[in-house]
């Protein structure tokens, strides 16, 4: 145990994810002998990030403003829509440069063990959305683990009455990879989903 | 398919030992609480990552050590694999195949293939249905990796279905309402489809162990009492589950949960699914549990396992067998016919602590164990 502001530095970063009690110390201490300028840069950051970022208010993404790039952007199709669990899957599927329509992040997944339910996620937001009529696919990106399986499963039941094409990410195989090296589950799923060339 | 070679450090009792094996009839005798069984558990635990005697890995790293390893090197059609498993408790396990790292512990499975009797399968007659569940699950995944898989998924989905019902059983006795249970019917399409697979399997492999249960008492027993066996569902209204496709099991299943959602609200738990059923045991016209004598019992539990045992060698890859401390349990005339069953298996470990125990058919190569050493004597 150290005294005062070193200790208690370390509490804070100890609680941050992936952040042990080993990682905390090193970090404190390098943040003591770093440049005074440098930590009050990464101060400001760490304030404007909280201050600053807000929710858009139409897809739940990370925004700057009232409405994220995404939504703003008068480029894409409002016909498609992509559900994610969170801000970083937007950012994943961005990447990939394939998708041009619009998203909607839930926050989360289906979780009664972490006791979240369809409340505690942006659901009731999704189906207003939807009943605007302007959406013709809704695509299901969740994680592909029982949770997310669980929460697309949801929606899925949750907006048939609405008539949409509603689709699900393919699992399969990784691009590059050798079918040996792949386990049961995945290249189970891989079979399932496969089509004709 | 035999073991090589066994090396153990920091497990059990052993700091370190190294073992080389030989095909056929191995035997290890040794005064009690030497570690005879601690070699068999070892190799136990290669083949399915988990031991027999115990449910948590803390009791297998010796006192003071902070992992335990087992090395062991594993012969296939001529070919030689080597196996490390590292066992580190409160952490996750460690594998190496050949000589490079495994991502998943499941693809360890498979690499040896074992089947272990020992006296503490005593329970599958007399225990829990649980110990039978293990007891199929086991040898299922054994047979087909891929149902390590379903398995977990099973459990995961069950896992959340049991939270979400407990959630609202709660909210209910503390007065409230009900708590949500708008997520409950996707619970249920999950729980059906894995658990569906999950059955299908056990179904298809309790028919194949039919027929080798009861030849296998037949064969301790010298033909005192016939032994069947049957799978009971926990959601049927007899127990009895025709074989049916993964399709319509999974139908059955997810309208046996609609009609029990009452009860399960009501419990707050999940009351229907594979994770309930049981394995009928029965000699004659009576349950073998509750009316079997002790004898009997231990007959009809070696049967399991030895049904096991023909089962996997009926498909191609001889597994290894091990009987620990069985034979002193054993009259003379079961130990005699025990030992022509497996005379001509590919490898027999055997554990004992009297030698004369043994009968002459399975003393093959010849071990002491005494102060946490093993010695090749003969």
């Not at chain 2, 599958?124 to 007891?135: I, K, Q």
């Not at chain 2, 087909?144 to 459990?155: E, I, L, N, T």
């Not at chain 2, 032994?227 to 399709?247: F, H, I, K, M, R």
């Not at chain 2, 007959?299 to 045992?309: E, H, I, K, N, T």
Request: one cysteine or more; charged letters at 25%; hydrophobic letters at 40%.
């Amino acid at each position: 145990m150290y005294e005062g502001a070193i200790q208690d530095l370390i509490d804070e970063l100890g609680r941050l994810p992936g952040v042990g009690p080993k990682s905390a110390q090193r970090i404190a201490f390098h943040v003591l002998s770093a440049d005074a300028v440098d930590v009050k840069r990464l101060a400001s950051a760490l304030q404007r990030v909280k201050d600053l970022v807000k929710f858009c208010t139409s897809c739940y993404n990370v925004a700057e403003s009232e409405q994220c790039r995404i939504c703003r952007d008068p480029r894409r199709t409002n016909e498609v829509l992509c559900v994610v669990e969170e801000p970083k899957d937007v950012v994943a599927i961005e990447r990939t440069g394939e998708f041009r329509g619009r998203y909607h992040v839930l926050g989360g997944a289906i979780n009664p063990l972490e006791g979240v339910g369809p409340d505690n996620l942006k659901v009731r937001e999704l189906m207003t959305r939807l009943s605007s009529g302007e959406v013709k696919e809704l695509i299901l990106a969740t994680d592909p683990n029982t949770e997310g399986e669980a929460t697309a499963t949801y929606l899925a039941l949750l907006v048939k009455p609405m008539g949409l094409h509603v689709t699900r990410l393919a699992s399969g195989l990784p691009v590059g990879g050798d079918l040996e090296y792949a386990d049961e589950i995945t290249l189970g799923r891989a079979f399932e989903g496969r089509r004709a060339v | 398919m035999y073991v090589r070679q066994l090396e153990l450090v920091d497990f059990r009792n052993y700091p370190r030992v190294a073992v080389d094996l030989e095909q056929g009839p191995c035997v290890f005798v040794g005064r009690n609480g030497q570690g005879k069984t601690n070699l068999v558990e070892a190799l136990g635990y290669v083949a399915t990552l988990g031991s027999h005697r115990v449910a948590t890995d803390a009791p297998l790293v010796r006192v003071g050590a902070q992992r335990a390893v087992v090395r062991t090197a594993v012969v296939q059609d001529a070919r030689e694999l080597l196996i490390e498993l590292s066992i580190e408790p409160g952490k996750a396990n460690k594998a190496r195949l050949g000589r490079s790292p495994v991502t998943r512990m499941r693809d360890v499975l498979g690499a040896l293939r074992m089947v272990l009797f020992a006296p503490e399968d005593l329970a599958l007659v007399r225990g829990d249905p649980s110990e039978r569940r293990r007891y199929l699950d086991e040898l299922l995944t054994l047979r087909q990796p891929r149902f390590a898989g379903v398995r977990a998924d099973y459990d995961r989905v069950l896992k959340q279905r049991n939270a979400l019902l407990r959630t609202s059983y709660l909210a209910k006795r503390g007065g409230g309402s009900r708590g949500d249970l708008s997520t409950l019917d996707v619970w249920d399409v999950h729980l059906a489809k894995y658990g569906a697979e999950l059955l299908a399997g056990r179904l298809e492999l309790v028919a194949a162990l039919v027929p080798l249960v009861a030849k296998a008492y037949d064969a301790v027993s010298a033909g005192r009492g016939s032994a069947q066996l049957s799978y009971s569902a926990s959601w049927t209204d007899d127990g009895s589950v025709a074989p049916l496709s993964v399709q319509n099991l999974e139908e059955r299943l997810r309208e046996a949960l609609q009609a029990s959602r009452a009860s399960e609200v009501e419990r707050g738990t999940t009351l229907v699914g594979p994770h309930r059923d049981d394995l009928t045991l029965t000699l004659g016209d009576v349950p073998a549990k509750g009316y079997a004598s002790h004898g009997e019992s231990w007959s009809y539990a070696l049967a399991l396992r030895l049904a096991a045992y023909d089962l996997l060698r009926s498909e191609g890859i001889e597994p290894v067998l091990a009987l620990d401390d069985v034979f002193a349990e054993l009259d003379a005339g079961r130990r005699e016919r025990l030992a022509e069953l497996v005379s001509d298996s590919s490898q027999t470990l055997v554990t004992c602590a009297v030698e004369a125990d043994v009968p002459a058919a399975l003393r093959g190569t010849r071990y002491e164990v005494g102060n946490g050493e093993v010695r090749r004597v003969g």
